[in-house]
């Protein structure tokens, strides 16, 4: 137990020290083996049409777990400003993520089941297999209601789709990470499986994501989101530290592992305009002269 704990422990450490740093040089997505893009019947964005008693009682009840993770009442909100959906959709387009399908706060089963068998990017029999389990839960426990409680904003490899429900473009970017991460593998069947191996398999792909988005606001410039980054992607990371730990030792003070991250999180902010400096100088000397 306590040499598992201790590979955990390293496994975090290489995590944040590769991760989380404004200096390095972003790279635009090069898909690998897109599969065919979309139709005017098929639009690559789509969204649900407003249902208020659904939205608010979605917002006001069952998100509340995660509003209270993020420290934020735009987490799973239900209600995507024009701003949100416009950052997301252009970073869509900048990394030619040109067959990634993205809801917009909509509740799809039979267009998804129908993704399902169109993605051919990922073995069949593990497509099937996991892509029906993930399915099944989000035509039963529907993000679209639950969202907060059971799942959230996410990404799902089997059908090549960004379901989102939170007004917070940090999160939005992070699951367009997770696309972007997907689409530049050849083996993308043994990608989806590494990030289902218990423990350690969903710290690598989460902490990549996040890496990403950081590094898309700095290359942007965008300040405002870089720091709202690091206040919301750095605890929701950490939740996923906890639920690591929590697989290795059944303590109660995993569950509140968020706390920590929030904090680690605040301290980065205090470095923002010196790595931002130092990311320019380092572009700087990088363009031909």
Known sequence: MKFQTIILFLWVCFSFANCYSLEKQYNYGNP????????????????????????????????????????????????????????????????????????????????????????????????????????????????????????????????????????????????????????????????AAVYAIPVIGALYHEARASDDALNYFAEKNDREQVESSYELLTPAYSTYVGGALGDVVANPITAVTFIPGHFYGRYKKRDIDAEMEKRKQKIQIKEPK
């Open 32 to 191: 690998y083996l897109p599969s065919p893009e979309f139709t005017e019947d098929d639009p690559q964005f789509e969204e649900g049409e407003p249902v208020w008693i659904l939205d608010q009682t979605g917002n006001w009840i069952f998100s509340l777990p995660s509003k209270i993770v993020l420290f934020n009442l735009k987490a799973d909100n239900h209600h995507i400003s024009k701003e949100t959906k416009e950052y997301l959709i252009r970073y869509i387009k900048e990394n030619n993520l040109r067959d990634v399908k993205v809801r917009f706060n909509q509740y799809a089963p039979l267009s998804e089941w129908k993704r399902l068998s169109k993605n051919q990017n990922i073995n069949p029999y593990v497509r099937y297999f996991f892509g029906s389990i993930s399915l099944i839960a989000y035509t039963f426990l529907p993000g679209r209601l639950f969202a907060g409680t059971i799942g959230g904003d996410h990404y799902n490899s089997f059908t090549n789709t960004i379901n989102v429900y939170s007004d917070l473009p940090p999160v939005v970017i992070h699951e367009g990470g997770h696309a972007k991460d997907f689409a530049q593998r050849e083996k993308r069947t043994l990608y």
